[in-house]
Protein backbone atom coordinates (compact mmCIF):
# COMPACT_ATOMS: atom_id res chain seq x y z
CA UNK A 1 0.00 0.00 0.00
CA UNK A 2 1.04 3.91 -0.75
CA UNK A 3 0.67 6.51 0.84
CA UNK A 4 0.15 9.94 -1.43
CA UNK A 5 -0.02 13.39 0.10
CA UNK A 6 0.12 16.33 -2.60
CA UNK A 7 1.25 19.77 -2.06
CA UNK A 8 1.78 23.01 -4.13
CA UNK A 9 -1.57 24.44 -5.17
CA UNK A 10 -2.62 27.71 -4.70
CA UNK A 11 -3.86 31.21 -6.09
CA UNK A 12 -2.58 32.25 -9.40
CA UNK A 13 -3.59 34.71 -12.23
CA UNK A 14 -3.89 33.63 -15.68
CA UNK A 15 -1.14 32.92 -17.58
CA UNK A 16 1.17 32.01 -14.34
CA UNK A 17 2.81 28.66 -13.32
CA UNK A 18 1.99 26.45 -9.90
CA UNK A 19 4.14 23.22 -9.65
CA UNK A 20 2.15 20.47 -7.69
CA UNK A 21 4.44 17.43 -5.99
CA UNK A 22 3.32 14.71 -4.44
CA UNK A 23 5.23 12.47 -2.43
CA UNK A 24 5.04 8.71 -1.37
CA UNK A 25 5.39 7.36 1.22
CA UNK A 26 4.55 3.09 2.30
CA UNK A 27 5.94 1.19 -0.16
CA UNK A 28 8.54 1.13 -3.03
CA UNK A 29 7.69 4.03 -5.57
CA UNK A 30 8.74 2.75 -8.51
CA UNK A 31 6.05 -0.41 -8.48
CA UNK A 32 3.52 2.26 -9.56
CA UNK A 33 2.80 3.78 -12.64
CA UNK A 34 1.63 7.52 -11.49
CA UNK A 35 -1.59 9.77 -12.31
CA UNK A 36 -2.22 13.88 -11.86
CA UNK A 37 -6.09 14.22 -12.12
CA UNK A 38 -8.33 17.09 -11.33
CA UNK A 39 -12.10 17.52 -10.45
CA UNK A 40 -14.17 20.45 -10.78
CA UNK A 41 -17.68 21.20 -8.88
CA UNK A 42 -20.04 19.28 -10.95
CA UNK A 43 -17.89 17.61 -12.91
CA UNK A 44 -16.55 14.14 -13.30
CA UNK A 45 -12.77 13.83 -12.40
CA UNK A 46 -10.18 13.57 -15.74
CA UNK A 47 -6.44 12.40 -15.89
CA UNK A 48 -4.24 15.42 -16.33
CA UNK A 49 -1.18 13.26 -16.80
CA UNK A 50 0.30 9.92 -16.33
CA UNK A 51 3.44 8.52 -16.52
CA UNK A 52 5.03 5.00 -16.24
CA UNK A 53 7.19 3.59 -13.79
CA UNK A 54 10.64 4.82 -14.69
CA UNK A 55 8.89 7.80 -16.67
CA UNK A 56 9.92 6.23 -20.34
CA UNK A 57 6.17 6.68 -21.32
CA UNK A 58 4.00 10.36 -20.78
CA UNK A 59 0.38 11.01 -21.66
CA UNK A 60 -1.00 14.36 -21.08
CA UNK A 61 -4.58 15.55 -22.11
CA UNK A 62 -5.13 17.70 -24.82
CA UNK A 63 -6.13 20.80 -23.05
CA UNK A 64 -2.92 20.54 -21.96
CA UNK A 65 -0.61 19.11 -24.07
CA UNK A 66 2.24 21.73 -24.25
CA UNK A 67 1.78 23.64 -21.05
CA UNK A 68 2.18 20.90 -18.28
CA UNK A 69 5.03 18.52 -17.84
CA UNK A 70 4.79 15.59 -15.78
CA UNK A 71 8.24 14.42 -14.11
CA UNK A 72 8.99 11.67 -11.20
CA UNK A 73 12.13 11.00 -9.52
CA UNK A 74 11.97 7.52 -8.23
CA UNK A 75 15.20 7.95 -5.68
CA UNK A 76 12.91 10.78 -4.18
CA UNK A 77 9.39 8.99 -4.25
CA UNK A 78 7.57 11.84 -5.83
CA UNK A 79 6.17 12.82 -9.32
CA UNK A 80 5.27 16.55 -9.77
CA UNK A 81 3.21 18.43 -12.25
CA UNK A 82 4.78 21.63 -13.69
CA UNK A 83 1.75 23.87 -14.99
CA UNK A 84 2.49 26.45 -17.35
CA UNK A 85 0.48 29.21 -19.05
CA UNK A 86 -2.25 28.63 -16.44
CA UNK A 87 -5.71 29.41 -17.60
CA UNK A 88 -9.34 30.12 -15.24
CA UNK A 89 -10.42 26.26 -17.04
CA UNK A 90 -7.74 24.50 -14.91
CA UNK A 91 -9.63 25.94 -11.88
CA UNK A 92 -9.90 22.53 -9.87
CA UNK A 93 -8.84 19.96 -7.16
CA UNK A 94 -5.66 18.41 -8.46
CA UNK A 95 -5.04 14.73 -7.32
CA UNK A 96 -2.08 12.28 -7.47
CA UNK A 97 -2.87 8.23 -8.49
CA UNK A 98 -0.82 4.90 -7.90
CA UNK A 99 -1.38 2.57 -10.48
CA UNK A 100 -0.16 -1.07 -9.63
CA UNK A 101 0.03 -1.95 -13.58
CA UNK A 102 3.39 0.19 -14.14
CA UNK A 103 3.64 -0.43 -17.55
CA UNK A 104 0.61 1.36 -18.81
CA UNK A 105 -1.10 5.01 -18.74
CA UNK A 106 -4.67 3.93 -17.53
CA UNK A 107 -6.68 7.23 -18.20
CA UNK A 108 -10.07 6.15 -16.37
CA UNK A 109 -10.08 7.40 -12.22
CA UNK A 110 -11.17 3.69 -11.49
CA UNK A 111 -7.56 2.33 -12.85
CA UNK A 112 -5.90 3.59 -10.07
CA UNK A 113 -6.09 1.87 -6.74
CA UNK A 114 -4.38 4.50 -4.36
CA UNK A 115 -4.82 8.51 -3.93
CA UNK A 116 -3.83 11.54 -2.64
CA UNK A 117 -6.22 13.88 -0.55
CA UNK A 118 -6.08 16.15 -3.28
CA UNK A 119 -4.87 20.02 -3.52
CA UNK A 120 -6.70 22.97 -4.97
CA UNK A 121 -5.57 25.36 -7.69
CA UNK A 122 -7.15 28.50 -8.11
CA UNK A 123 -6.85 30.18 -11.65
CA UNK A 124 -8.18 33.91 -11.68
CA UNK A 125 -8.52 35.86 -14.92
Known amino acids: QVRLVESGGGLVQAGGSLRLSCAAS????????MGWFRQAPGLEREIVAGITWRGRSTYYVDSVKGRFTISRDNAKNTVDLQMNNLQPEDTSVYYC??????????????????WGQGTQVTVSS
Open 97 to 114: AADVSRLRIAVRPGAYEY
Open 26 to 33: GSTFSNYA
